[in-house]
């Protein structure tokens, strides 16, 4: 198993709870209006397909997407009212796999947000929601 370098400039994200359990996460610099996030697949986010569960992609994506919707305010608390999810393609072990969420409409207290779940370029999962600041 070739395992792949994280990216220039990841800072490990703090987790309790659930979170814990699945990291570590990464938070990415920002780019071009890109919230952009990551993990490294250990054999504990695989599935029985000797693929990354879809679980874990999806995963990433609540936390990143949730993340970013709180950037830029001085919430600390957001709650996931809706996600939809699309599986494109399979992760691998040793994969480094980002989040490139981006803000689409920000009211008081809502947050429209897509995300494109990607490794070495190739997208894996494609996700849309909205979330509730508190």
């Known amino acids: ?25 990464y938070r990415l610099p920002d780019e071009s209006g890109l919230h952009r996030f990551c993990f490294r697949v250990e054999e504990r986010h695989m599935n029985c397909a000797g693929t ?9 994506a609540d936390i990143s997407m949730s993340r970013a919707a709180r950037d830029g305010t001085d919430a600390q608390n957001s709650s996931t009212v809706s996600l939809s999810c699309d599986f494109v393609g399979p ?32 997208t894996l999962l494609v996700a849309s929601g909205v979330w509730k600041i508190a």
Do not use: C, W
């Open 52 to 60: 990354v569960h879809g679980g874990m992609l999806m995963s990433l």
């Open 1 to 25: 198993m070739t395992t792949a370098a994280l990216p220039e400039g990841a800072e490990e994200i703090p987790f309790v709870g659930y979170n814990k359990y699945i990291g570590p996460m």
């Open 91 to 122: 992760g691998k072990l040793g994969d480094v796999i980002e989040a490139h969420v981006r803000v689409t409409r920000r009211t008081r207290t809502i947050v429209f947000l897509s995300a494109d779940i990607l490794s070495g370029g190739r």
